[in-house]
């Protein structure tokens, strides 16, 4: 069965500071991963997604994430920080060996950005 | 293209009572998901439709149902609605394939409807 653990409810970072929010999955197939990111009474926004193509992933806004399948990991990172980064983010596993339509997310990581 | 829209954005309702939230999705595609997100449970897997069939269920009581039309709009509906409704429901959409053939499922979200219920 898969599941996702994201290590860590709140991360705190200085404006310029590097950016680590940590994920670790379960999956019994090789597993489809997600970064989202939430803005106060928003949906969920694709940071980006791994698909086996490369394991070094870059998505939008400067964020990046690397697929660790000894470590089971797939870390969300961003060399600098910037205010506007303040938000909750979200790692998420595609299920099963088919189409489900279900996606089991982790329970969420609030990055703070400080001045 | 226009982004997944869901209708409304906000509700207030009572215990009791029963609600129907609305969901387009973005223009060819043919999956909707629906979730619920509260802060104590996080984002948890409501169902899917595909081709106005449902083809998954999270572990949700049967007051909790849905429904796709043939334009791939897709309604949900709670009946008699008690405290613990209380979320952020979420619908995304994805292109979706009628084959069992896997792929990443990347999954579009709206907005959200926050339903309250007093």
């Known amino acids: 069965a898969q599941s996702v653990t994201q290590l860590g409810s709140h991360v705190s970072v200085s404006e310029g500071a590097l950016v680590l929010l940590r994920c670790n999955y379960s999956s019994s197939v090789p597993p489809y991963l997600f970064w989202y990111v939430q803005y106060p009474n928003q949906g969920l926004q694709l940071l980006l997604k791994?698909?086996?193509?490369?394991?070094l992933v870059k998505g939008i806004n400067g964020f990046e994430a690397e697929f660790k399948k000894s470590e089971t990991s797939f870390h969300l990172t961003k060399p600098s920080a910037h205010m506007s980064d303040a938000a909750e983010y979200f790692c998420a596993v595609s299920v099963g060996s088919s189409n489900t339509g279900k996606l089991i997310f982790g329970q969420g990581t609030t990055l703070q950005v400080k001045p | 293209k226009a982004g997944v829209t869901q209708t409304p954005r906000y509700l207030i309702k009572t215990r009791g009572q029963q609600v129907t939230l609305s969901c387009s999705p973005i223009?060819?595609?043919?999956?909707v998901s629906w979730y619920q997100q509260t802060p104590g449970q996080g984002l948890q897997f409501l169902f899917e439709?595909?081709?106005?069939?449902?083809?998954n269920k999270g572990n949700f009581p049967g007051r909790f149902s849905g429904r796709q039309f043939s334009n791939s709009r897709s309604e949900m509906n709670v009946s008699t609605l008690e405290l613990g409704d209380s979320a952020l429901y979420l619908c995304?959409?994805?292109?979706?394939?009628?084959?069992?053939?896997?792929?990443?499922?990347?999954?579009?979200f709206g907005p959200g409807t926050r339903l309250t219920v007093l």
């Open positions: 995304a959409s994805s292109p979706g394939t009628a084959k069992t053939i896997r792929s990443d499922n990347e999954q579009f």
């Open positions: 439709y595909f081709s106005e069939t449902q083809r």
């Open positions: 223009s060819g595609h043919r999956s």
């Open positions: 791994y698909t086996s193509a490369a394991t």
